[in-house]
């Protein structure tokens, strides 16, 4: 490992513990923001599409950032350009405690309890994450997104919980986005992918 190699990761190591909470998609502090932010973005889609050509076939190839507004990234499926936009599903008042200086790591402290989740909590929060997505989308005339992708590194927030929790989902009623979808971290010694969850349905 060269300098530049362990400088970059000590910052990647000083950005996941400065955030303290679902700290995969931290961005670093030490370069430009846009950078930070399309590098986090590039880096969740690619493994988006790692696990959509394991769990639904679907092969998208050579992503990269749009480095505009929206979508975020490019990508081609079957010869054909499409357009991803990342969403991180995150709770932000945990994010908000925690940069307050606010105690974490204890059972018993307010960041603790404030990340779990409940099956209600879920479904409001998704719905809302949704159109809160949509209403900026509808009023872009003639922007069109393929793939909708919310990433979420929520660690309370588990495959197993999540698949009976979208049981009977109710898409919601849109037509600016070609596909939905929610993709937790995955955890190597349980799943040999991130778990990706269609919202989109049929």
């Not at 998208?60 to 499926?77: A, F, L, M």
């Not at 005339?141 to 393929?146: A, C, E, K, R």
């Amino acid at each position: 490992m060269d300098d530049n190699e362990l400088s970059s990761l000590k910052a990647w190591a000083a950005a996941m513990d400065r955030r303290g909470h679902a700290s995969l998609y931290a961005r670093r502090s030490d370069i430009p923001q846009d950078v930070a932010k399309a590098i986090v973005e590039c880096d969740a889609a690619e493994e988006w599409a790692r696990s959509m050509r394991v769990t639904y076939g679907l092969d998208v190839t050579d992503i990269q950032s749009t480095g505009e507004n929206r979508p975020d990234c490019w990508g081609y499926v079957e010869g054909k350009k499409v357009g991803i936009e990342l969403k991180e599903f995150v709770k932000g008042e945990v994010l908000g405690s925690i940069s307050k200086g606010e105690a974490r790591g204890s059972h018993c402290d307010p960041a603790f309890s404030n990340a779990l989740w409940s099956e209600e909590e879920f479904r409001q929060r998704l719905q809302g994450a949704i159109r809160s997505a949509l209403s900026k989308y509808e009023g872009d005339s003639g922007l069109f997104i393929d793939y909708l992708v919310f990433h979420s590194d929520e660690p309370y927030l588990h495959a197993e919980d999540v698949r009976d929790w979208l049981k009977n989902w109710k898409p919601v009623q849109q037509s600016v986005i070609g596909r939905l979808y929610l993709m937790l971290r995955g955890h190597p010694a349980l799943t040999p992918r991130y778990p990706v969850f269609d919202l989109s349905g049929s």
